[in-house]
């Protein structure tokens, strides 16, 4: 059996690999999890499950023969790639999977940086949060070589995710696909935080609003009001964000560049992307990405903070 290992324990990483490594003990010829982390301390919740430890990734790569990484960014993906490239260890026939966020030209010079060690790439990017990724129903899109991305679905669907939605052989695409997806994530946030300030403002109160979002926009614009109304916009200061500020941002990012090079507009994506910029300046980095509500909350003569978040700090 071909062991699997996994990088990044975040908030989304955790979740998934809980899944996958209750998954593997399921079956009978199955090797448990291989798991990594900056922060190891991260897995212990892992390893009371029967997942085993590997501080050092080098010797992760050599011990497995598909790849998971999950974390925060493009340079922190390039550095895990670049360590594995340079580990000893040949990488011929190992299948990496990246289900990080990540620009398509990063996810274009990963593929040709492993295709000449004759490793296979898949992009395979997620859509939903923490709560989503815990109960195993994340959206994944996938993208990359068909042979490898047969050998891991059955990783995925069912498993960490409720629906695989194949972008073909160019791992590009599903990466594209995630940055497209963040335009309307995003644009959504500053939406339910605009409506939800206006509703507090003008008398008409959160509970109502928070209702009508769920029953008529459904359970993912809801989950973003309940990100306001339970104050998780703006969590303890020490604690770790369902949808850290700073990787929306980077999200944005991604997206504002891409529109550019094809000349395209998305003045809701700036305003948006600008309000979160204003929170983290004023807020720091332990805010969630839905914490442009913060500054949409000045820009209306309240407080930055609700009578659920945290009271200041940065
Ligand atoms: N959260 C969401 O709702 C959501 C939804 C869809 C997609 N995403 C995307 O999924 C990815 C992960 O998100 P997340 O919310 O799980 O992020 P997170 O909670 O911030 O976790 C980031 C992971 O990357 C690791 N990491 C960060 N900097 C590192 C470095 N310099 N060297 C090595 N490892 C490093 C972290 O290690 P430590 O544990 O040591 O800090 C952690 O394992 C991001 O690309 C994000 O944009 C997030």
Known sequence: MT???WYGLGSMGLAMATNLQKHLATKPNALNLLYSNRTMARGDPLKL??????????????????????????AVLTNLITSALESGHSLHDKIFVDCSTVHPTTVGLTVSRLQEQRASFLAAPVFGGNPIAVDGKLVFAIAGPKKASDVVKPLIQDVMGRKVIDCGEDATKSSLLKIAGNIVTVNMMEAVGEA????????????????????????????YSKR??????APPLGSRPGFGVSLAIKDANHASAMAQ????????????RDNMIAAREYGGECLDSSSMYGILRQKAGMEFWNEKSRKGGK
Do not use: W
């Open 196 to 223: 939800q300030v206006f509703a507090e403002k003008t008398g008409l109160g959160t509970g109502p609003m928070e209702e009508l979002i769920m029953d008529a926009f459904g359970p993912v614009a809801g989950g």
């Open 228 to 233: 306001l109304t339970s104050g998780v916009y």
């Open 49 to 74: 499950l029967g997942a085993t430890a590997e501080s050092n990734f080098q010797k992760l790569v050599g011990q497995c023969g598909i790849i998971f990484t999950m974390v925060s960014n493009d």
């Open 3 to 5: 062991r699997i290992g």
């Open 261 to 272: 090079e094809h000349q395209v507009e998305l003045p809701g994506l700036q305003v948006s």
